[in-house]
């Protein structure tokens, strides 16, 4: 079976979703899907904390899962950024795992921060908003969007890139295999995915699912598969995510952690 979570949509105009779950009672190999969103998760294991910052990931990776865990995820929306740990610096599992203070605490720009939890996890984000230690770029909500921004193509791209650590293709991509693996485990035919997910055709599904996902469509249709998937959320599309933007400024310049 595939891996599976408890998901909540959050009012933060930062965050697109707030996950949680609870991991076997022994380690389990999966397979880590491309994932276009950056995020924080919070690991409780045999009595220690640890939040560790988490950005996109371009390619299917072979992952291990701690046992008897608890886990919490914030997943954030294109646009959203930390300027002084910007996306780039930990995608692809290149994972920062921020230091401990005490049980309860964890160090982050010089101060003490409690691990966030569920149900407050929308007052955390609130409060590193507040302290400017995240950041939103307009621009990318309306390149989502189909706006087009202010400014140049140029300037688009490179604050694109800076905001979200991919080019707005590399995203379209990772999404439309998340959403074409939602509709394989949906039913729908792999032929009427690759309509409805907009592929050309059968060959160039496969070959984005088993570099973006790990698996071809018939390996993710089959319920007898050994290989397990890491968590499908199905997030907030660009048209609602900008709906609740926090508003229209320029990216914000805030001191490195």
């Not at 609130?126 to 390149?143: E, R, Y």
Request: neutral net charge; aromatic residues 8%; proline residues 7%.
């Amino acid at each position: 079976m595939d891996l599976i979570c408890d998901v909540r949509l959050s009012d933060s105009p930062f965050v697109d979703t707030i996950w949680r779950s609870h991991s076997e009672s022994r380690a389990a190999s999966f397979l880590s899907m491309a994932d276009s969103h950056w995020g924080m998760v919070v690991t409780r294991h045999r009595g220690r904390s640890t939040l560790t910052v988490r950005g996109p990931e371009t390619k299917a990776t072979p992952s291990l899962s701690l046992e008897d865990a608890d886990l919490l995820g914030i997943l954030f929306k294109p646009g959203a950024f930390m300027p002084g740990l910007p996306p780039q610096m930990v995608m692809d599992r290149r994972d920062l795992d921020l230091p401990q203070s005490t049980t309860r605490t964890f160090r982050l720009n010089s101060s003490a921060w409690e691990f966030p939890n569920y149900e407050n996890a929308d007052t955390f984000v609130a409060w590193l908003a507040k302290d400017g230690l995240l950041a939103f770029d307009p621009v990318v909500g309306d390149a989502l969007g189909g706006q087009q921004p202010e400014t140049s193509v140029r300037t688009v791209q490179r604050r694109f890139l800076q905001a979200t650590g991919l080019t707005q293709g590399a995203m379209y991509q990772i999404d439309r295999a998340r959403d074409a693996v939602i509709l394989l485990k949906q039913g729908v035919s792999i032929l009427d995915t690759v309509d409805q997910a907009g592929y050309f055709d059968q060959p160039h599904l496969t070959r984005s699912l088993k570099r973006l996902i790990g698996l071809t469509p018939a390996q993710i249709i089959n319920q007898n598969r050994p290989e397990r998937l890491s968590f499908l959320y199905k997030t907030v599309p660009a048209d609602e995510a900008r709906i609740k933007e926090p508003g229209r400024n320029n990216v914000v310049n805030i001191p490195k952690l």
